[in-house]
């Protein structure tokens, strides 16, 4: 089995949001919970828990997006 992106999911304090997904999407993070479950030797991942970590990881591996957010603080700060 070829090793996933997302390692352990840590606790955080979380901020509530509501999201709907297609069913398809939602059987993908039920198996994605599955299968990270097994490899970490831990219970099945729910897929709301996979989300946040998902995100984050998608957000800090796009170049576009962090090129403008350096571009934005960069900006915002004081000379």
Request: hydrophobic letters at 35%; a positive charge; aromatic letters at 4%.
């Amino acid at each position: 089995m070829s090793k996933l992106k997302l390692g352990p999911i840590e606790d955080d304090k979380p901020v509530k949001l509501t999201v709907e997904v297609s069913g398809s999407l939602h059987r993908d993070l039920l198996a994605y919970g599955e299968a990270l479950g097994r490899e970490t030797g831990q219970p099945p991942v729910e897929p709301a828990r996979l989300i946040v970590p998902m995100i984050s990881r998608f957000m800090a591996t796009d170049r576009g997006f962090s090129k403008a957010r350096r571009s934005t603080k960069s900006s915002t700060e004081p000379p």
